[in-house]
């Protein structure tokens, strides 16, 4: 009898032993892989369920043990997404959910200089948590316009203007933008003018005291953004255009043909129908609509350097540039004559 005694004791040791080994090797970390993915807890999910879903997942070693350590201590476990790994213990896991330690949803977008309005529309709509035209319609809702013009100061009733295709175009600036996923239209616009609003601040007694206003400065510049390269090109075709306006020419921009067209150069063949849609974006008009006269609004977003030239233009005595489509470049010209030689030699040479 004594003997039975002593085996069934051996026996309840080596189970008691064996399921205290099993408890400690399943809480610990299954692998030494680190390579997170994301796992979901959705709001009322059971305990046991959360064990089960983690070991189909393949993030622990036994939703058993999960159960046991759950059984010893006590976690208010918050629903969320969260980002786990095979190399993170059990405890670690029931901590970041103990904690809500939750995965930010958010995403990178960059508005690259040259952009228009629609096209960084459409790439926050293939990003965040709302379409394309939702977001076009909040930038065109005047109410919202209204409360924006009275925040910001380099917004103006000039953007309210029912001709303006897009009221916020040439007002958002070129960068890199972080944004949860789950903001609304109003709250990525307030974010992105409070950008605009940083990177002109250096600039605003420049801006205020210039005899064009802020609108016509970044409708300038975003002429300017599209139709040269350097500062220093910007810096002259800028003085180009505000002599063309003095002297009550057009100014005779493809760029903004194709935009009151709403078409898009490199990609849209240049013909009539582009050069003579009648719109007040169109400087190339024959008919002397916009003789003297800057678009209504900015055609893209400008980058820094393209306001830059438009408040400071250069001290030069152009009348015309003509573009190397070969090379890039910029010829500046004071007389027709040696604009239209110009031209006819870069198309001789393919460069136009």
């Known amino acids: 009898m004594k003997k039975i005694i002593i085996i069934i004791a051996v026996i309840l040791s080596l189970i008691i032993i064996g399921g205290i080994s099993f408890y400690f090797w399943g809480i610990g970390p299954k692998s030494q892989n680190t390579e997170n993915q994301i796992f979901t807890i959705e709001p009322g999910t059971s305990k046991t369920l959360i064990a089960k879903n983690l070991a189909k997942e393949g993030l622990i070693r036994s939703e058993f043990a999960l159960d046991a350590f759950l059984f010893f201590h006590k976690y208010t476990i918050q629903a969320g997404d969260y980002e786990l790994n095979k190399a993170m213990s059990v405890k670690e896991m029931l901590d970041k959910f103990a904690k809500g330690d939750v995965k930010i949803n958010s995403s990178k977008i960059t508005i690259i200089p040259g952009e228009r309005l629609i096209d960084f529309a459409k790439t926050l709509s293939d990003n965040l948590e709302f379409g394309q035209q939702e977001f076009l319609n909040t930038i065109s809702d005047k109410e919202f316009l209204a409360t924006l013009i009275e925040k910001y100061w380099f917004l103006t009733s000039d953007i309210l203007n029912d001709e303006i295709y897009y009221p916020l175009e040439g007002y958002i600036l070129p960068d890199t933008y972080e944004f949860l996923n789950n903001l609304s239209p109003k709250e990525v616009v307030t974010s992105l003018l409070d950008n605009t609003s940083l990177t002109l601040e250096p600039l605003k007694e420049q801006i205020t005291n210039n005899s064009y206003t802020i609108h016509e400065l970044l409708t300038m510049a975003s002429i300017l953004e599209k139709e040269a390269n350097t500062l220093d090109e910007r810096k ?46 169109n400087t190339r008009l024959t008919n002397g609509k916009m003789n003297g006269k800057l678009p209504i609004g900015p055609i893209c977003s400008p980058s820094l350097i393209s306001i830059q030239a438009a408040i400071e233009p250069s001290n030069t005595n152009y009348y015309y540039f003509v573009a190397n489509t070969c090379t890039g470049e910029l010829t500046f010209l004071t007389t027709a004559t040696e604009f239209y030689a110009k031209t006819n030699e870069l198309r001789t040479a393919g460069c136009i």
């Open 236 to 281: 002259t075709a800028s003085q180009v255009f505000y002599t063309r306006l003095n002297e009550n020419w057009s100014l005779g921009s493809d760029v903004t043909a194709f935009y009151g067209a709403k078409k898009e150069m490199g990609k849209d063949s240049e013909t009539w129908d582009v050069l003579n849609n009648d719109n007040p974006y």
